[in-house]
């Protein structure tokens, strides 16, 4: 014959216990699932903001390598890279279709309207572009420091 209490100590859990165990999930759930669906949004667009970043570089280098000019327009949501001097007289005159050598659209990044010309030496004119991510306004440099070697040189002398 089987003892009583090893009959009871195999029988689970009670509908109580696994209906509280829930509960604690769907709070924990609740208060979490917002917070990351945010980290979600702002990783989306920091990899959009990189990706920008490397298409800029990139043509930086086309236009070095190459020996070409280019100009990037900005629309609300996109870029408009031509090859070549602005094809624009003023904003929305003339025909920008024109010589249109890639148009790169952004879900999270909206920009100004901008217009940046890249020579064929790699310099920008002029040299910030500037865009948003949400709430926050955001610029970044386009061209390299250039170093002033002969000041530099004078004060290490002195010393």
Known sequence: MIPVAAVKSNRGFTLIELLVVMAIIAIAASLI????LNQYERSKAT???EALLRLLDHYRFQAYSQNRTYTITTTPNQLLIQKGQPLLDKWGEGSAGAGLSEAVEFEFLSFPQQRLVLNRHGFWAPDTIAWREGERELAHELNMELIESGEEVSNATRE
């Open 33 to 36: 699932g917002p917070v990351a």
């Open 47 to 49: 990899a959009e903001r």
